[in-house]
């Protein structure tokens, strides 16, 4: 943790890394944003570039009036919120295809209204470009994932987090206990949405130009999430930094040596995942620790038990 | 009024097309439980294939259906036996559902980046040799691409009602699709019915692509659009009976196409979403099914 | 004809039934009895292909079915009628009745089967257009039965026939089942709840509680048994402990 912290303070990492690094930890928020919804939940969604490129877009234009950017971020990712209700209540009150048609609906509909508005690059004002300085998106970035990583673990151990791990298991026995699945469901989206908000804010502090709206409204993001947290681990703590650690390194690798085929190398890569490995990265990770404590304790029983 | 005719024309016209898409979208769905999402990209894929029988063998573009509903029949195969069937461990329909969702999205992603680096980004469309025609209806302009895309359309849905119907293997898959165990026990090859159905639908899609590509354009990218209004429509038909994707497409097309004389026409998928949420709000098992579902 | 040998069955990880051996003969009827619970549907699952034994085989004429899949099983000239009847509720009962003589065997004969059935059956043919959802329990068992017939099965399976059904319904069915095995040879298996019926129905019985069997032979013998009387008593006593 500390190494994180001081590191960049004390040697110059050069700003190829940096930027690496800064992705990542955009990755690793709207992985975690997704995982809140769908990994812990169970719900698909597969609009949350909508969640993401919105924010972006309030934090910008704010940032650029001349609010302070956490200001900016709070605000963009609030306001998010307020998408995650609109979509969120019909759709979430149904089958969880429902859902995930709703917000795929949701983010092609928002990436055809974006275009049409805004259908120029976006720009911004060159006294910020002067003082652009990769040191201060490293420290926002990294602050906004610890926090959010520790909130992701309060939550999990809480009454929340276990009711949510019900309704993805068996919703139908969630309801039969008195859980109000659907309150936690929109609770859990709203959530998400936040977290995909901070994402969107960390990204409009890192990036100053934006070619096409699509660039932040596209589907692109609504992948890279979804593979980080199935390749990671859905439904753990650490799953979507694991996935998104090896996202980024992954794609660096694979834009310096296959270019335009490395996202279908990613295709392939997620299928495979999901069908020898579901349990992703974090699976591997409990079944060594499951391996290890049989193995350690065999050779303390002459019996070893099975349980 | 001949501006309203002409509107109304034009709904029917896409709204026909949107029900084939949503007609194999939906075959997938009710009889196996499956949701596939590349079914869009699939759809392009058919239309690629249509442009190159035409631009490079010189086909005529209705003529190539039949071979590019043969490839897209094979690809759905190998779709059910690579993808599919590994899911069928999973006997509960919600994971059946989501399991597929993800994966299909991941062929989404392989198939759409694979087209962009085989075939580059840009759009393509066929026009026939007598594609500029149009006929005259009252006032308003029909296209013959469109005439026969609507004549599709409506013949594709009659023949799968016959082969649901009257057919051995009709009787099968609705057999495997109200209870897959009694199916089985009744001497029905489930999984060999699902292959086949697979197949099928997969084809339609197909069919769906050389229609948009002599009627409109393909892109690679551009099936997540086609996709999510055959996620409406079914929703919009209820996915009870194959019988009314047409017809609620139909709908839904009149609907998208009368909301252009008051808004943009660029703003027509919100239109899309903005029904499909009005639907799921107020009458959630669609509008032509009888049953209402209990959630 | 049917043999099985030495049967494990596991839900998952969790064992069901030990070491089930049973042997029926051509043209027999054989049942097994026991109380809820005991395993008896297990078994008929397990013979219909549904579920994979993990010890022990199930041989018919010469084949092991083990590692068969339900539809192929029916291939080979066993049905089942299962517990609950499962029937197809959106198709019509003629419908019902085509997609039972889905084994190609059958597909020829299937319009021969068909009267034979409507012949057993005067109300299937009567009401051979009525969507299948909307019978009554009596007339649903009928169908179900007559959707297995329709395969041209040599063993016919069937899975609680009696429950929740009126004894007039009852008796009328056993008459039935008594008549094809007699004049078409139909071997039948029959799992059933009702104790009395099922021993004055058949042959021979297997009595099987808590996933073992715990006793076989003639079933009129087994009829007049204190063990049986017991086991009988032992259901009614469950039922009160419960």
């Not at chain 2, 354009?217 to 996709?227: D, Y």
């Not at chain 3, 197809?88 to 039972?100: A, D, R, Y």
């Amino acid at each position: 943790m500390l190494v994180m912290i001081l590191v960049p303070l004390l040697a110059n990492l050069g700003t190829g890394i940096m930027n690496q690094l800064v992705t990542l930890f955009i990755y690793i928020l709207l992985a975690q944003s997704w995982n809140i919804i769908g990994g812990y939940t169970g719900q698909i969604n597969l609009g949350i570039a909508a969640f993401f490129g919105c924010s972006v877009m309030i934090t910008h234009f704010m940032w650029v009036a001349g609010i302070p950017i956490i200001v900016s971020v709070l605000v963009a990712s609030l306001s998010t919120i307020i998408l995650a209700i609109i979509i969120g209540i019909p759709t979430l009150r149904l089958k969880g295809m429902y859902f995930a048609v709703g917000t795929l609906a949701l983010a092609q509909a928002i990436q055809v209204i974006m275009q049409n508005i805004f259908n120029r690059s976006i720009q911004t004002r060159g006294d910020y470009v002067q003082a652009y300085n990769i040191n201060w998106r490293y420290y926002l970035g990294l602050a906004i994932v610890v926090i959010v990583l520790v909130a992701v673990y309060f939550i999990r151990k809480s009454k929340l987090g276990i009711a949510l791990v019900a309704i993805r298991e068996d919703e139908q026995a969630a309801q039969v206990t008195g859980v109000n699945t659907f309150k936690y469901k929109v609770i859990s989206l709203l959530i998400s949405a936040f977290i995909a908000g901070l994402a969107g804010g960390v990204y409009a502090y890192f990036r100053l130009y934006f070619y096409y709206t699509s660039d932040i409204f596209g589907l692109t993001w609504t992948f890279s999430a979804i593979m980080a947290v199935v390749i990671g681990g859905a439904g753990t703590l650490l799953g979507p930094v694991f996935g998104s650690i090896f996202l980024v390194i992954l794609g660096y690798i694979f834009s310096l040596t296959l270019g335009q085929a490395n996202l279908i190398v990613f295709g392939f890569l997620f299928i495979l995942v999901m069908l020898f490995m579901p349990q992703g990265l974090m699976g591997g990770v409990n079944l060594f620790r499951q391996w290890i404590s049989t193995w350690s304790r065999k050779s303390h029983n002459e019996t070893g038990e099975n349980i | 009024m001949a501006d309203a005719f002409q509107v109304l024309l034009i709904g029917v016209v896409v709204g026909a097309l949107y029900g084939l898409v949503a007609l194999g979208f939906g075959l997938i769905m009710r009889i196996m439980k499956f949701i596939n999402i590349a079914q869009g990209s699939f759809i392009i894929l058919g239309g690629f294939i249509c442009y190159w029988l035409v631009t490079i063998w010189h086909f005529d573009p209705y003529l190539s259906i039949p071979i590019v509903m043969l490839a897209m029949f094979i690809v759905g195969l190998i779709l059910y036996r690579l993808l599919f069937s590994p899911l069928l461990k999973y006997p509960q329909a919600e994971m059946r559902l989501d399991k597929s969702l993800l994966i299909t999205f991941g062929v989404v992603w392989i198939l759409d980046n694979l087209e962009i680096l085989i075939w580059t980004p840009n759009s393509r469309s066929v026009i026939p040799s007598y594609g500029y025609g149009t006929i005259n209806i009252f006032g308003a302009s029909l296209s013959y691409t469109g005439i026969i895309g609507l004549g599709l359309a409506i013949l594709a849905a009659a023949v799968l009602h016959i082969i649901l119907t009257r057919t051995y293997f009709g009787k099968h898959v609705r057999a495997a699709t109200e209870d897959a165990v009694a199916a089985g026990l009744s001497g029905v090859n489930v999984q060999r019915t699902y292959l086949i159905s697979c197949g099928i639908a997969v084809a339609l899609s197909g069919l769906a692509g050389t229609v948009i590509v002599t009627s409109y354009s393909v892109t690679p990218g551009g099936g997540m659009s086609w996709l999510l209004t055959a996620m409406v429509v079914v929703t919009l038909a209820g996915s009870d009976n194959m019988n009314f994707m047409i017809p609620a497409g139909i709908i839904l097309g009149v609907i998208q196409s009368a909301s252009t004389l008051f808004i943009s026409p660029a703003y027509q998928q919100p239109i899309a979403l903005i029904i499909f949420l009005i639907i799921i709000l107020f009458r959630p098992q669609g509008l032509f099914s009888k049953r209402v579902r209990v959630h | 004809m049917l043999e099985i040998s030495q049967l494990d069955i596991y839900y998952g990880d969790l064992q069901a039934l030990w070491d089930i051996s049973i042997a029926v003969e051509d043209g027999s009827i054989v049942t097994l009895v026991g109380s809820n619970g005991a395993g008896k549907s297990s078994i008929m699952k397990a013979i219909s292909g549904q579920l994979k034994p993990k010890n022990g085989n199930i041989i018919f004429d010469n084949q092991n079915l083990n590692r068969l899949p339900p539809h192929r099983i029916v291939d080979l000239g066993i049905c089942l009628v299962p517990e609950g009847r499962r029937l197809f509720p959106g198709m019509s009962i003629l419908e019902n009745l085509e997609v039972g003589a889905s084994r190609k065997s059958a597909r020829k004969n299937k319009n021969v089967t068909l009267s034979w059935i409507y012949e057993m059956f005067p109300l299937l043919k009567e009401r051979a257009s009525q969507l299948a959802g909307t019978l009554s329990g009596g007339e649903q068992q009928m169908l179900a039965i007559g959707r297995a017939l329709m395969s041209n099965p040599k063993l016919l399976l069937i899975d609680e026939m009696s429950l929740g059904l009126s004894p007039i319904v009852v008796q009328e069915l056993s008459r039935i089942i008594q008549e094809i095995n007699k004049s078409r040879k139909i071997t039948v298996l029959l799992v059933e709840q009702d104790v009395q019926l099922a021993l004055s129905l058949s042959d021979k019985g297997y009595i099987i509680e808590n996933g073992r069997i715990v006793g076989y032979g003639n079933s009129s013998e087994l009829l007049c048994s204190p063990q049986v009387k017991s086991v009988y008593l032992g259901m009614e006593m469950d039922r009160t402990s419960q």
